[in-house]
T-cell receptor, first 117, second 110 residues
Framework: GAGVSQSPRYKVAKRGQDVALRCDPI?????LFWYQQALGQGPEFLTY????????KSGLPSDRFFAERPEGSVSTLKIQRTQQEDSAVYLC???????????????FGAGTRLSVL | KQEVTQIPAALSVPEGENLVLNCSFT??????LQWFRQDPGKGLTSLLL?????REQTSGRLNASLDKSSGRSTLYIAASQPGDSATYLC?????????FGAGTTVTVRA
């Protein structure tokens, strides 16, 4: 079956532009996560959805970052007025379980590489 | 801010040698510890997941151990192959989110 799909794979934006990054999770997965990975670093948690509810957005760097998952499947991460420090790979992951569990594996997409000039 | 530390940052070995990758974490109250592989330009692939109640997990040539009391996990890769060249990341979870180390980049020379 299909894995987690992210689009676009690459995005170049001029500073100040708004961008929208899309994530299609594995069908039926309840949980969805966004992570930000800077060059040479591990991914950093941004936000977490359980179905359509955004239960944790504590990792979003600023109020320019906004994420939604209106129907509990596809999610969009929007960055307004992009800055150079927003340049990173944005990874989406999904997990079948809706509750924290020691058995929950997160399945990752290939990511969107954002470059802000 | 990294709560998870991986040493070494990079490793180069000849084909056939065993690999030992280290991961340490500061909070022993974890649900699980996961090891991922990341190839350039690609996402993360889960290799092994060790639940907090377990001491180790094995899959083929891979074996991962977990010592919660010392806050350490080790990934062993036996008889390395050039195809094992990648970045290996460990991540701990104490609820739903993962906290990652910066990774160890492995090069296996043919």
């Amino acid at each position: 079956g299909a894995g987690v799909s992210q689009s676009p794979r690459y995005k170049v934006a001029k500073r100040g532009q708004d961008v929208a990054l899309r994530c299609d999770p594995i069908s039926g997965h309840v949980s969805l996560f966004w992570y930000q990975q800077a060059l040479g670093q591990g991914p950093e948690f941004l936000t977490y959805f359980q179905n359509e509810a955004q239960l944790d957005k504590s990792g979003l760097p600023s109020d320019r970052f906004f994420a939604e998952r209106p129907e509990g499947s596809v999610s969009t991460l929007k960055i307004q007025r992009t800055q150079q420090e927003d340049s990173a790979v944005y990874l989406c992951a999904s997990s079948p379980g809706g509750r924290p569990s020691a058995k929950n594996i997160q399945y990752f997409g290939a990511g969107t590489r954002l470059s802000v000039l | 801010k990294q709560e998870v530390t991986q040493i070494p940052a990079a490793l180069s070995v000849p084909e056939g040698e065993n690999l030992v990758l280290n991961c340490s974490f500061t909070d022993s109250a974890i649900y699980n510890l996961q090891w991922f592989r990341q190839d350039p330009g690609k996402g993360l692939t889960s290799l092994l997941l060790i639940q907090s109640s377990q001491r180790e997990q094995t899959s083929g040539r891979l074996n991962a151990s977990l010592d919660k009391s010392s806050g350490r996990s080790t990934l062993y890769i036996a008889a390395s192959q050039p195809g094992d060249s990648a970045t290996y990341l460990c991540a701990r979870s104490n609820d739903y989110k993962l906290s990652f180390g910066a990774g160890t980049t492995v090069t296996v020379r043919a």
